[in-house]
């Protein structure tokens, strides 16, 4: 099956700076890849997702890339705020079953 | 976050005992999921449904079973609970498949002594 490997496990950065975490997976029949949020004793919200046939997708203060070719995906936050600390969880999505990532904590300082 | 809800959301019980979780949406999603959450090991999919009565397992299906007799409801039942199925689960939904966004539930926290 797959196997989805996220990196770092736990990130500090100062407010307005930026933030990337990396995602890597095993099994190149994937073919979505979403980046959901969680904040403490809350439920994941999906924040952004990309697909396989595009190679990058911005929503304001977020991006995702994704390069097929070397089966990794990152999530991008820029201008970070107080409010973005939380855990970030990469997937991947591949016949109908959806492989995570173990999470980054992320901490933003005021 | 209205459109799909868990109970209980919390439960305490004993090793050995049956638990019954239910996921109840509103939305008429097609596909429902049920995850289990472990620190150190991110969301882990225990069994999934692709329609009424179409359920297939995820990567951690072992001691766990399913059943979904309406597009609305999806269970999750534990036959004889264990410590090591001591966990955060929450169940999502999603319409159009395998490529579609996920909708997660509040979550339940279940204790297994």
């Known amino acids: 099956g797959e196997n989805v490997e996220q990196h770092p496990s736990t990130l500090s950065v100062q407010e307005g700076d930026s933030a990337v975490i990396k995602c890597t997976y095993s099994d190149s029949a994937s073919n979505y890849f979403p980046w959901y949020k969680q904040e403490l004793g809350k439920r994941p919200q999906l924040i952004i997702d990309i697909r396989s046939n595009v190679g990058e997708k911005k929503d304001q203060r977020i991006a995702v890339t994704l390069n097929k070719t070397a089966k990794h995906f990152s999530l991008h936050i820029t201008e970070t705020q107080p409010e973005d600390s939380a855990v970030y969880f990469c997937a991947a999505s591949d016949e109908g079953q959806f492989y995570f990532g173990t999470g980054t904590s992320l901490t933003v300082i005021p | 976050d209205a459109g799909i809800t868990q109970s209980p959301r919390h439960k305490v019980t004993e090793t050995g005992t049956p638990v019954t979780l239910r996921c109840h949406q509103t939305e008429n999603h097609r596909y429902m999921y049920w995850y289990r959450q472990d620190p150190g090991h991110g969301l882990r999919l225990i069994h999934y449904?692709?329609?009424?009565?179409?359920?297939d397992k995820g990567e951690v299906s072992d001691g766990y079973s399913v059943s979904r007799s309406k597009t609305e409801d999806f269970l999750l039942t534990l036959e004889s609970a264990t410590s090591s199925q001591t966990s955060v689960y929450f169940c999502?939904?999603?319409?159009?498949?395998?490529?579609?966004?996920?909708?997660f539930g509040p979550g339940t926290r279940l204790t297994v002594l």
């Open positions: 449904s692709y329609g009424v009565k179409d359920t």
């Open positions: 999502a939904m999603g319409s159009a498949g395998v490529t579609d966004t996920q909708y």
